[in-house]
Nanobody
Framework: QVQLVESGGGLVHPGDSLRLSCTAS????????IAWFRQAPGREREFVAA????????FYGDSVKGRFTISRDNAENTVSLQMTSLRPEDTAVYLC??????????????????????WGQGTQVTVSS
């Protein structure tokens, strides 16, 4: 498995942009799809975006489609989440996670927390005027 560390969170205003990074350790990073989830106080963990191990599939949660973009760089062992047009309701702790199994084929039903085996500690994003 891989170990994941998130960075890039902060306090921004509505309409601003922010870029989060998820950096992995370990030589097997390229074998795993990576997802971003977020969790706000008192709410369930919510799927945000994911990119599969082949980098040919990207999925987004309905609430972020058209505003967030996920990308990965296997040479740098990183997955980035570019967030634009941020809203107060985007405020949450953002966590990246690796598939529980390597070489996982994605479908739209895959993105529940139980399908992901390694998690980072999270980075706080606060959107407030």
């Amino acid at each position: 498995q891989v170990q994941l560390v998130e960075s890039g969170g902060g306090l921004v205003h509505p309409g601003d942009s922010l870029r989060l990074s998820c950096t992995a350790s370990g030589s097997t990073f390229s074998r795993y799809g990576i997802a971003w989830f977020r969790q706000a106080p008192g709410r369930e963990r919510e799927f945000v975006a994911a990119v599969n191990w082949r980098q040919n599939q990207k999925f987004y949660g309905d609430s972020v489609k058209g505003r967030f973009t996920i990308s990965r760089d296997n040479a740098e062992n990183t997955v980035s989440l570019q967030m634009t047009s941020l809203r107060p309701e985007d405020t949450a702790v953002y966590l990246c996670a690796a598939d529980r199994l390597p070489f996982t084929a994605y479908s739209s039903k895959h993105f529940t927390p139980g399908n992901f085996g390694s998690w980072g500690q999270g980075t706080q994003v606060t959107v407030s005027s």
